[in-house]
C-alpha cells in the first residue's frame, strides 16, 4: 500500500458567516504546497476551526473558493479519501479498544478484515501502542489517548492531516513529546499538514510556515517562513534563533489586542 | 491470601450487617407490636403469622408467582423491542419524534390502573391482557431513555463520522446504538420493576383460566375475603419479584458497562 501522493490547497478570498450573523472568516487567501507542514495560530474564537472544517469539506464557505488538489473540498474527500482529522478531545468510542478504535475508519468504508488488522499493528507501532491494542480508552492517560488519534488518522494513509489543537489539553512533557514523534513521522511520510495552536512555541518548532490570524472576522495578518532544517531535535527549542522567530511571531500575534 | 480474603469477607459484613439488623428490629418491633396491642390478624397479622401463611399456601403462592413472572417477562421484553425500535425512529427523523412523542407521554400519564380492565377487556383475558398492561408500563421508560441516549452523540464524533462519509446505518449501528446502550440500561432499570408491578395490576382484572391465577389476582381475593395474613405473603412475593426482576437487570448492566466505564 502505497501512501498516497500529498494534497494541494488553495483558499481564495474566503468569507464565512454563520447562520446568527457571526463573521468568522474574511478575505482568507492561502496557498499550501503538497507535503508542507503549516501551521496557523492566532486569538481564541478567531476561526482557525473554521478553516479546518472548510478545508475537511464538513461545511461550506459562505463565498470565495477553496480548492483541494483542484476540487470542491467534499468532492476531493470522497472522491480521494485522503484526509484525516485530529481534535483536541481524542474523540475514541469508549465501548471500543484501541485496537478497533483504530481500525474505525477502515471499517467504515468497508475494507477487507486482513489487511484492516496488519495496518492497524502497523499504525500503532508507529505511535508506540502496540502493546496497547487491547486496552479501553478509559484505562489510557490523556497522551496515549492522542496518540490513539492519531493512529487511527494515519491507517488511512492520508495525503492531508487536519490537526485542531490536537496537544492543547496534554501536560507539557506529553505535549514536546508528541511534537517529536508526530515530526518524525511526517518526515517519513510527507503528508500535508495543517496544524492550528494556541502555542507559537509548538507552531515555529514544527513547521515550515507560521500564519498568524487576526482576532474575528478572522485574515491572514502574516505568513511567517521558518527555515529550521528537519529533522529538528529538542535542542532547537534552546537555540537563540528559534526564541527570535517565536519573539517575532509572538509580537504578530498581540499587536492588535493591545491597540484595542 | 487469607488476609484478603477475610478483608473481603469484612467488607461483605459492612455492607450486609446493617440493613440485616434494620430486619431484625423492625420484625421483632412489628411482633412486639402485635402482642401489646393484641391486634388481630385481620387488621395486622403478625410477621410469625404471615410465616405460617406463606408455608401453608407455598405452592399456590409459588405457582403464582411464576405465572405472574412469565407475563412480566413477555411485557418487559415486548418493551424492550418496541421500545427500542420506536427510539430509533425518533432518533432518525425529528419529524416523526415531534408528532409522537406527547402521545407517549400521554401514554405514560394515564394511570394504568384505570385503563387496565379497559386493555383486558380490548386485548383479550388470560395471559395476553395481563402482558399487554405490563407492556404498556413498561414502555415509556425505554423509549425515553433509548431516544435521549441515540441523540445525544456530541458533535466531534459525529463530525468523525461525516468527515469518513459513514452512511446513516453506519452511523446508527456503530456510533449512535452503542452510544445508547448506558441510556438503554437505565430505561431497563426502571421498566423491569414496572413490568412486574403492570403484570399484577393485569392480574386484578383476570386470571389465566379456571385453575391458573397470578399474585394481583390473589391480592383481591384475599383482600375481598379478608384473608390478611395470605394478602401478606402475596404482597412480599411481589416485592420479592420485583426485587429479583431488579436485580437480574442489574447484575446485567454491570456487566455490560464495564466496557462504558468512561462515561460512568
Not at chain 1, 517562513?225 to 528537519?230: L, Q
Not at chain 2, 394504568?112 to 380492565?117: D, G, H, M, Q
Request: glycine share 6%.
Amino acid at each position: 500500500m502505497e501512501p498516497k501522493a500529498a494534497t494541494t490547497i488553495v483558499a481564495r478570498d474566503v468569507d464565512m458567516t454563520f447562520d446568527g450573523g457571526v463573521e468568522a472568516l474574511a478575505h482568507v487567501n492561502v496557498a499550501i504546497d503538497a507535503g508542507s507542514f503549516v501551521s496557523i495560530v492566532g486569538p481564541s474564537g478567531c476561526g482557525k476551526s473554521t478553516f479546518l472544517r472548510l478545508v475537511s469539506g464538513l461545511i461550506q464557505a459562505s463565498s470565495g473558493s477553496i480548492e483541494v488538489d483542484g476540487a470542491e473540498p467534499s468532492e476531493a474527500r470522497r472522491l480521494r479519501r485522503h484526509l484525516s482529522y485530529v481534535l483536541q478531545d481524542a474523540t475514541l468510542l469508549d465501548w471500543r479498544p484501541v485496537a478497533t478504535n483504530v481500525a474505525l475508519p477502515l471499517e467504515l468504508r468497508g475494507t477487507a478484515q486482513s489487511e484492516v488488522d496488519q495496518r492497524v499493528e502497523a499504525c500503532l507501532q508507529l505511535v508506540g501502542l502496540q502493546d496497547m491494542a487491547h486496552l479501553y480508552p478509559h484505562q489510557l492517560s490523556g497522551g496515549m489517548r492522542m496518540r490513539v488519534s492519531i493512529a487511527r488518522a494515519l491507517v488511512t494513509e492520508p495525503g492531508l492531516l487536519l490537526m485542531d489543537e490536537p496537544f492543547g489539553a496534554l501536560d507539557e512533557i506529553s505535549r514536546q513529546r508528541l511534537n517529536h514523534d508526530l515530526l518524525a513521522l511526517w518526515c517519513q511520510r510527507q503528508w500535508t499538514c495543517i496544524f492550528v495552536t494556541h502555542s507559537v512555541q509548538e507552531a515555529v518548532f514544527l513547521s515550515q510556515q507560521v500564519m498568524v490570524m487576526t482576532p474575528r472576522p478572522g485574515q491572514i495578518r502574516a505568513v511567517h517562513d521558518v527555515d529550521f532544517p528537519y529533522p529538528r531535535s529538542r535542542s532547537l527549542r534552546t537555540d537563540p534563533a528559534f526564541g527570535r522567530l517565536v519573539a517575532r511571531v509572538s509580537e504578530d500575534l498581540v499587536s492588535e489586542d493591545l491597540q484595542s | 491470601m487469607v488476609a484478603e480474603a477475610t478483608g473481603h469477607m469484612m467488607k461483605i459484613f459492612r455492607i450486609v450487617l446493617p440493613p440485616a439488623l434494620t430486619l431484625v428490629v423492625v420484625v421483632a418491633a412489628w411482633q412486639l407490636l402485635i402482642f401489646v396491642f393484641s391486634i388481630p390478624p385481620y387488621i395486622l397479622p403478625g410477621p410469625l403469622v404471615v410465616a405460617a401463611a406463606i408455608s401453608k399456601h407455598l405452592d399456590s403462592l409459588l405457582h403464582a408467582a411464576a405465572l405472574t413472572a412469565q407475563a412480566a417477562i413477555a411485557g418487559f421484553v415486548l418493551s424492550l423491542l418496541v421500545g427500542f425500535t420506536t427510539a430509533v425512529m425518533f432518533s432518525q427523523s425529528e419529524w416523526i419524534e415531534r408528532s409522537l412523542y406527547p402521545y407517549a407521554i400521554f401514554l405514560q400519564t394515564v394511570p394504568i390502573v384505570a385503563v387496565a380492565p379497559l386493555i383486558v377487556l380490548w386485548i383479550g383475558h388470560g395471559l395476553t391482557g395481563v402482558i399487554a398492561v405490563s407492556f404498556i408500563i413498561s414502555l415509556f421508560p425505554i423509549v425515553a431513555n433509548t431516544t435521549a441516549g441515540l441523540t445525544s452523540v456530541t458533535p466531534p464524533l459525529r463530525d468523525l463520522f461525516a468527515l469518513h462519509d459513514a452512511s446513516r446505518w453506519q452511523l446508527l449501528w456503530k456510533l449512535q446504538v452503542p452510544h445508547a446502550v448506558p441510556a438503554m440500561l437505565t430505561g431497563a432499570r426502571i421498566s423491569c420493576g414496572l413490568s412486574v408491578i403492570g403484570a399484577i395490576v393485569g392480574e386484578f382484572f383476570t386470571g389465566y383460566g379456571t385453575q391458573d391465577f397470578g399474585l394481583g389476582y390473589w391480592i383481591t381475593q384475599t383482600n375481598v375475603h379478608v384473608k390478611t395474613p395470605y394478602l401478606f405473603a402475596c404482597v412480599l412475593f411481589s416485592t420479592g419479584l420485583g426485587l429479583l426482576f431488579f436485580g437480574v437487570v442489574s447484575v446485567l448492566n454491570r456487566l455490560v458497562l464495564r466496557r462504558w466505564a468512561a462515561a460512568h
